[in-house]
C-alpha cells in the first residue's frame, strides 16, 4: 500500500481495506503515538468541511506530524489563476501526501497523476469519498460485527451523494442488499444499478421508507445537498423528501444503527439522537482513527 494514491474506494482491494479497518482498531485503542514525525501533509480543501478536514488534521496531529494547507481556495494563488496542475506540483514540493477535496469530479484522479506524492481524495464533487467510506466501514463492522450479508438502506440524494457512490462498491463486496430511497429526480445513478447488475447483487428502489424499515441493518441517511443543484427549484421540491423521526424506530432491528457522514439538514430529526440506534457522531469520531491508518499506511510507516 505504500505510496498508493487513494482516490476511489475501488483503488484498495478487499484485503487492503482489510487492513486499514484493522489498524484504525488499534489507533481506537492508542491514537497518540509519534509516528509521523518529521512529516508533512498538505490539506488542500477547495470545497468547505468540517469532518473530513479536522478529523485528518487531528489525526495527523495525534501521530506528531504537520499540517499546512488551504480552507479556501480563494486564500491561495489559484485566485489569481494559477492552474490545478502547477498548485499540485508546488505543494507536492512542500509535502509527503496531499489530501485534497475539490468541486469537480475527477480532479483527484488528475491531481494524482501529476503530483510526486500519494494523492488521497478527501471528496470530488459528486463522484468519491474514499476515506469516508472506510471509516462508514469501519463503523458498519464495529456496529454489526460484520460487513457480511447485512441489509443497508441508503435515504436522500443517491444521485449526487459521493458517499453513497463509494460505500456502494465497497459494501458490493460483501453480498449487500441495497434498497434505495429517494425522490425520483435524485434516484441512484444507472451505471451503479449496471455495476450492482455485474455483480449479481439485489437492490431495490423506493420513493418510500416507512413500511420496510423494519428490514434494515444499516440506515445509511443523507442530505440533499444544495450546493449540486444548477436549477434552485430542483432543489426547493426534493429537499423536504425525508425526515427521520424517533417514532419511526418503533419497529427496526434490535441491532440497527443510523448513519449519516453528515452534515445534516433537517433529514434527521434531533429527537433521534438520544435514541441508541443513533450512531453518526461516533462514526464522526471513528473518522480520526481510520484516517490515521490511512496516513500510515500510504506512507508505509505501519
Ligand atoms: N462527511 C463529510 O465529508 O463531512 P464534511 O463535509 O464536514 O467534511
Redesign the pocket.
Known amino acids: 500500500m505504500k505510496n498508493k494514491n487513494l482516490v476511489s474506494i475501488t483503488d484498495f482491494s478487499k484485503e487492503e481495506i482489510f487492513k486499514i479497518l484493522n489498524l484504525a482498531e488499534e489507533f481506537e485503542k492508542n491514537p497518540n503515538q509519534n509516528l509521523l514525525e518529521g512529516k508533512v501533509i498538505a490539506t488542500l480543501f477547495f470545497e ?6 479536522l478529523s485528518f488534521e487531528s489525526a495527523i496531529s495525534r501521530l506528531g506530524g504537520k499540517y499546512i494547507g488551504f480552507t479556501d481556495a480563494a486564500s491561495s494563488s489559484v485566485k489569481k489563476g494559477e492552474s490545478l496542475k502547477d498548485t499540485i506540483m508546488t505543494v507536492a514540493n512542500y509535502s509527503d501526501m496531499i489530501i485534497m ?1 475539490h468541486p469537480i469530479e475527477g480532479s483527484a484522479r488528475w491531481a494524482s497523476e501529476v503530483s510526486r506524492v500519494p494523492v488521497v481524495n ?2 470530488d464533487g459528486a463522484n468519491q ?1 474514499p476515506t ?1 467510506t472506510l471509516l462508514d466501514l469501519f463503523s458498519i463492522r464495529k456496529t454489526q460485527g460484520t460487513l457480511d450479508n447485512l441489509n443497508v438502506f441508503f435515504v436522500g440524494d443517491l444521485k449526487y451523494g459521493r ?1 453513497v457512490h463509494s460505500l456502494l462498491q465497497a459494501m458490493s463486496m460483501f453480498n449487500t442488499t441495497f434498497n434505495f430511497i429517494s425522490p425520483e429526480e435524485l434516484k441512484i445513478p444507472v451505471e451503479y444499478k449496471m455495476f450492482l447488475d455485474k455483480k449479481g447483487l439485489k437492490y431495490y428502489e423506493h420513493r418510500d421508507f416507512s413500511d420496510i424499515i423494519s428490514h434494515a441493518d444499516i440506515i445509511y441517511m443523507t442530505r440533499i445537498q444544495r450546493e449540486r443543484f444548477s436549477d434552485p427549484m430542483e432543489y426547493e421540491k426534493t429537499k423536504n423528501s425525508y425526515v427521520l423521526r424517533k417514532n419511526m424506530l418503533k419497529n427496526t432491528k434490535e441491532n440497527m444503527k443510523i448513519l449519516h ?3 445534516r439538514v433537517n433529514e434527521i430529526n434531533i429527537d433521534v439522537d438520544s435514541d441508541e440506534k443513533a450512531y453518526y457522531f461516533t462514526q ?1 469520531l471513528n473518522g480520526v482513527f481510520t484516517r490515521q491508518a490511512i496516513i500510515t499506511s500510504i506512507l508505509g510507516l505501519k
Open positions: 468547505p468541511s468540517t469532518r473530513t478536514r477535496r478527501a471528496g469519498h469516508q458517499t457522514p453528515l452534515p464522526a
